[in-house]
């Protein structure tokens, strides 16, 4: 007997013609531009120059972790002490600048010179390339892969000389989780949304000013939300966080929509955020999610929650 060949992963034909109708109506339903004001790609949509934006997005995106709460007031802070301009700021910093700017600077795993390699790296990058969307494409021709591209980008920018900023800032603490070099097999999540909000749109959510890079192209910024969700919905039947993890529900999601594939990421991600699809299920927030036809996860805890009614 020949073997059995394994089950792909990801989402089949017939799932994907089901999940298709359900996703898109649920899109349709979520109110983007309030959740945005519960999103760090609020502070990009504050500038309109495309080389601001992408400088405070790339800062907003790189502190963008634990609650938001806590990550919101250090960005904003940054940002207002940058003047009008973020990118002019950063095109001039050095390191008597990133001192002063960053002086007490703490935020969970990260200190001041964390950050000012961050900035120190985006401002070379802005005078060598003109733009970051120049330097991450350099990456990505060079590799031809979106991995090998990101890690040239985070290679290229913590390209910093570090003795001076050490021993005028003390030495770094967090860099390698603010700004991964070399990239590993996680999920690089912070650095996919930055490229979503770069690449995508303009559609009201992302801002869409990179025209080097395709949307096909990218791949879901995966977080314990969409981790959750994509399981509930069969987009993958991985558990870890991983870079694969992130391939193969990409992989599912553009069964979907093969030139956008992860235009449902705001809304799934801010659904899981917002507690209205939370880690353990609720029988009445399954029982009206639009979801619920593809959801195997709703679908057996409504069954469970009618079942237990009756007795």
């Not at 960053?102 to 390699?117: P, Q, S």
Request: hydrophobic share 45%; proline share 7%; aromatic share 6%.
């Amino acid at each position: 007997m020949a073997p059995r060949k394994p089950t792909p992963p990801g989402l089949s034909t017939r799932d994907a013609a089901r999940l298709l109708p359900c996703l898109t109506s649920f899109l349709a339903s979520t109110d983007s531009r309030a959740r945005i004001a519960f999103d760090p790609l609020e502070f990009p949509h504050r500038y309109r120059d495309p080389r601001d934006m992408e400088v405070s997005a790339l800062l907003a995106a790189a502190l963008a972790y634990g609650r938001a709460d806590l990550f919101r007031p250090k960005v904003d802070a940054l940002l207002r002490r940058m003047g009008p301009s973020p990118a002019a700021f950063v095109r001039e910093l050095d390191v008597t600048g990133a001192r002063a700017l960053l002086e007490g600077f703490v935020y969970r795993f990260n200190v001041g010179t964390d950050v000012a390699v961050l900035l120190l790296g985006m401002g070379r990058a802005l005078r060598e390339h003109g733009s970051l969307e120049a330097l991450f494409v350099r990456g990505l021709e060079a590799s031809g892969t979106w991995h090998g591209a990101l890690a040239a980008f985070t290679t290229a920018l913590r390209d910093v000389p570090m003795a001076p900023l050490r021993a005028a800032m003390g030495p770094e603490r967090g860099l390698q989780h603010l700004l991964p070099s070399p990239l590993g097999a996680g999920a690089a999540k912070r650095l996919n949304l930055f490229l979503r909000w770069m690449v995508r749109g303009p559609d009201g959510v992302d801002l869409g000013i990179w025209t080097r890079v395709r949307p096909s192209a990218l791949l879901i910024p995966l977080d314990t939300h969409i981790g959750r969700i994509s399981k509930h919905l069969g987009l993958t039947r991985r558990n870890d966080l991983s870079w694969r993890t992130a391939e193969e529900v990409t992989a599912s999601l553009r069964a979907l929509d093969a030139e956008d594939p992860v235009r449902f990421d705001f809304a799934l991600c801010h659904y899981g955020m917002s507690g209205v699809c939370p880690t353990r299920p609720v029988v009445d927030n399954c029982a009206r999610c639009l979801l619920l036809p593809s959801c195997g996860t709703g679908r057996q805890t409504v069954k469970a929650g009618g079942a237990r009614a009756t007795r």
